[in-house]
């Protein structure tokens, strides 16, 4: 009869670390993010909306402190939505999402208004309704949460993000697929609020004291579009080599629909720049929207009467001319492809009224 192999009595160490990484994961940190932010007392305390959340399943409690009142922050938090000021997260990972998302960097008057019912785009296809609408104190939207402002003192506001997902199948899904996602998007949003509030009540000190009062506010606003640039360009640093590497790829196709590469000359330094862009093709012309232009410096490279630009585009590098034009709150960058191959060369000639 022939032996048998004796059995390992050791797992393998894929199994091992699989099971640790999922024991950390479940001890430290999904109870981490799950409250990120919050304090002993953001537990407890009762909040405007409390009563249409779901009882039991995942309690979901972020929060963060900004050193501005109520009064500077709630604006910033009436205009979420993908139809007006956004959502103050990541933007680039929105878009490769389809979401057409802007991020506001002004509080715009006409968007500080919500009725109960209407509809918060996420997405031009739908979004979630408002279940409450108190100015300056609390935002509600069905199936995410509550948004609540809370004054601390010392002209300090508590912004805190409660939700919950029910006991079954759909708190399964929600653990696996949109959990984790769902954080670090909130994360990001509940930050750029504190962001944009804080440096609307920014006030850096003037050295010198017979400077007039338009010169003062001029210092100040180049002050706080620097701040917003220095932060941006750090987040761009640690993300943008990775969706370049995925652009450029075999596997481009799931971020290629909605993303591109651009390679520019730098206007001033003569130095060539790649960047990541969201886009829409139409035949030869290509149109890129830059949100939030004052954190984004590349479009100016590419105003006036434009420059020559390369473009990874759909798997494919293409050549043509690209013109920034700025429209508000948006520049909108439009790029004539060169010839295809098959005679055909794209073309753009902006004018006065050109968007």
Same mark, same amino acid.
């Given at each position: 009869?022939?032996?048998?192999?004796?059995?390992?009595?050791?797992?393998?160490?894929?199994?091992?670390f699989?099971?640790?990484?999922?024991?950390?994961?479940?001890?430290?940190?999904?109870?981490?993010?799950?409250?990120?932010?919050?304090?002993?007392?953001?537990?407890?305390?009762?909040?405007t909306?409390?009563?249409?959340?779901p009882?039991?399943?995942?309690?979901?409690?972020?929060?963060?402190?900004?050193?501005?009142?109520?009064?500077?922050?709630?604006?910033?938090?009436?205009?979420?939505?993908?139809?007006?000021?956004?959502?103050?997260?990541?933007?680039?990972?929105?878009?490769?999402?389809?979401?057409?998302?802007?991020?506001?960097?002004?509080?715009?008057?006409?968007w500080?208004?919500?009725?109960?019912?209407?509809?918060?785009?996420?997405?031009?296809?739908?979004?979630?309704?408002v279940?409450?609408? +108190?100015?300056?104190?609390?935002?509600g939207? +069905?199936?995410?949460?509550m948004?609540?402002?809370?004054?601390v003192?010392?002209g300090?506001?508590?912004?805190?993000a409660?939700g919950?997902?029910?006991?079954?199948?759909g708190?399964?899904?929600?653990?696996?697929?949109?959990?984790?996602?769902?954080?670090?998007?909130?994360?990001?949003?509940?930050?750029?609020?504190?962001?944009r509030?804080?440096?609307?009540?920014?006030?850096?000190?003037?050295?010198?004291?017979?400077?007039?009062?338009?010169?003062? +506010?001029?210092?100040?606003?180049?002050?706080?579009?620097?701040?917003?640039?220095?932060?941006?360009?750090?987040?761009?640093?640690?993300?943008?080599?990775?969706?370049?590497?995925?652009?450029?790829?075999?596997?481009?196709?799931?971020?290629?629909r909605?993303?591109?590469?651009?390679?520019?000359?730098?206007r001033?330094?003569?130095?060539?720049?790649?960047?990541?862009?969201?886009?829409?093709?139409?035949?030869?012309?290509?149109?890129i929207?830059?949100?939030?232009?004052?954190?984004?410096?590349?479009?100016?490279?590419?105003?006036?009467?434009?420059?020559?630009?390369?473009?990874?585009v759909?798997?494919?590098?293409?050549?043509?001319?690209?013109?920034?034009?700025?429209?508000?709150?948006?520049?909108?960058?439009h790029?004539?492809?060169?010839?295809?191959?098959?005679?055909?060369q794209?073309?753009?000639?902006p004018?006065?009224d050109?968007?």
């Open positions: 009869m022939p032996s048998r192999a004796p059995l390992c009595p050791c797992a393998s160490p894929l199994a091992l699989g099971t640790g990484a999922t024991a950390l994961y479940a001890v430290a940190i999904r109870p981490w993010h799950l409250r990120w932010g919050a304090e002993p007392e953001d537990e407890t305390r009762e909040l909306g409390d009563d249409l959340l009882k039991g399943g995942t309690q979901i409690l972020h929060a963060v402190t900004i050193d501005a009142p109520v009064e500077a922050v709630w604006p910033w938090l009436a205009q979420l939505g993908q139809d007006r000021g956004g959502f103050y997260s990541y933007e680039w990972l929105e878009n490769l999402a389809g979401c057409e998302m802007h991020n506001a960097d002004r509080i715009h008057p006409e500080q208004h919500r009725e109960l019912g209407e509809t918060v785009h996420l997405h031009p296809a739908g979004g979630l309704r279940s409450v609408f +108190e100015p300056r104190r609390a935002l939207l +069905e199936g995410w949460g948004f609540v402002l809370d004054p003192g010392g300090r506001t508590r912004l805190i409660r919950g997902v029910p006991r079954g199948i708190a399964v899904t929600y653990g696996l697929l949109i959990e984790i996602p769902h954080f670090v998007m909130e994360r990001r949003m509940l930050l750029g609020i504190k962001q509030a804080e440096a609307s009540q920014a006030s850096p000190p003037v050295t010198q004291a017979s400077r007039g009062d338009a010169e003062g +506010e001029g210092d100040q606003l180049r002050w706080v579009a620097t701040e917003r640039r220095r932060g941006f360009a750090i987040l761009n640093r640690a993300i943008n080599p990775l969706v370049k590497s995925l652009i450029r790829s075999p596997l481009h196709w799931p971020a290629s909605r993303l591109a590469l651009i390679t520019y000359t730098g001033r330094s003569g130095r060539r720049y790649t960047i990541p862009v969201g886009y829409e093709m139409a035949d030869l012309h290509v149109t929207t830059v949100g939030s232009p004052d954190r984004k410096v590349w479009w100016q490279s590419l105003t006036g009467t434009g420059a020559p630009v390369e473009l990874v759909r798997g494919r590098r293409r050549t043509g001319h690209a013109v920034a034009t700025r429209a508000g709150d948006h520049v909108v960058v790029v004539a492809l060169d010839d295809d191959g098959q005679g055909r794209g073309s753009y000639r004018t006065p050109a968007p």
